[in-house]
């Protein structure tokens, strides 16, 4: 064998173990790095986590659905329903106004239709609502001659309407707002339609009409502004003497119709913990938060209060600043702060929309305005304070 051979093969040999060794420290370097962690981090291989997978056992986080989402017209805003939301209540189209407009001619087709997204899509289902004194069909409180109606007979078409809704969806839509809105910021009881033909017992037989029509349903009764004191006071009255009547009532639905320094949060907590003290559960049914300029002093939710339209009252009409986008996100991450504080307490949390162009305060309480009231904006983004619930129940 020629000398200049065997110094070859040797340099081979030695080629060959280097490249050996090369490959075992790759492999054994890829088998000690860590696996992309389930956060939201800055990491681009992190799988990223969902809203409604961050609060998963904390309370469900739901939304508001509209006409064009439910028909199927917005697809990039049901895709961030079924991504981030778990829970899902009909904006109008479960009202009487919409779902009887006529005396004895019901129309199902959008109600069925919510009702059957929710369940091909495992989401809770909010019934919303049974008995309110606004968008009620004027029928109702009308006899054949424009007479109003006498007290049996309100009764008696508040029974069937009752029953009739929540009989078809019985053992489908999970919870009810049953009544809605039925007492004042002095803590009186309105007195719409139903409460002076009825009396204040409409209430108490509307639960028990409900309970009739659905026995494993939760009923809750719903209201705004219900981190007014006199209010708070007024609710909590209401539950007391309605549990004490034996009447099936199962929670309190807190409308979380706020603004960018109105109502104290420590208001708010302070029904949280009343209404829980009553031994019902508690949901944020309305979560959202204005940013416009009230016209009022009032920062409930009182539909027939409406203003005309100025300029100065639409100050955002080309885009929001970055430095009330900043308010904005802290005032929401200190609400889900709250919340967080007392899941134990609270069932759901119900978004009043998907995005900011969904929502009602872009026309309420004056029509025409630019609000950015959700936590997601109008091109569907999440914004900030999405990411920091997210870390912040991560953490």
Known sequence: MPLSHGINQTKNNQ???????????????????????????????????????????????????????????????????????????????????????????YDFTDADKFVAFGEENKMVIHGHTLIWHSQTPKWFFKDSLGKEVARDELINRMKNHINTVVTRYKGRVNTWDVVNEAVLDDGSLRKSKFYTIIGEDFIKLAFEFAHEADPDAELYYNDYSTSNRKKRDGIVRLVKSLKENGVPIHGVGMQGHIGLDNPEIEEFEKSIIAFSDLGVKVSITEFDITVLPSPWDN?????????????????????????????????????????????????????????????????????????????????????????????????
């Open 299 to 395: 920062q409930g939710a009182e539909v027939s209060a409406n203003f005309e339209y100025q300029e100065k009252m639409n100050p955002y009409s080309k885009g929001l600043p970055d430095s009330v986008s900043t308010v904005f996100n802290k005032r929401c991450l200190d609400y889900f702060k709250l919340f967080l504080k007392h899941e134990d307490k609270i069932d759901k949390v119900n978004m009043w929309g998907v995005n900011d162009g969904d929502s009602w305060l872009n026309n309420w309480p004056v029509r025409g305005r630019t609000d950015y009231p959700l936590i997601f904006d109008r091109n569907n983004n999440p914004k900030a304070v999405v990411d920091s619930i997210i870390r912040i129940v991560n953490n």
């Open 15 to 105: 080629k060959m173990k280097s490249l050996i060794y090369l490959l075992l420290s790759a492999v054994l370097l890829l088998s000690c790095k860590p696996k992309a962690s389930h956060t939201s981090g800055n990491s681009e291989n992190a799988e990223k986590v969902t809203l409604s997978q961050a609060l998963n056992g904390k309370f469900l986080i739901g939304t508001a659905l509209n006409m064009n989402q439910i028909n199927g017209q917005r697809p990039d805003e049901i895709k961030e329903v079924k991504t981030n939301f778990n829970s899902i209540v009909a904006e109008n189209c479960m009202k009487s106004g919409s779902l009887v407009p006529t005396q004895g001619k």
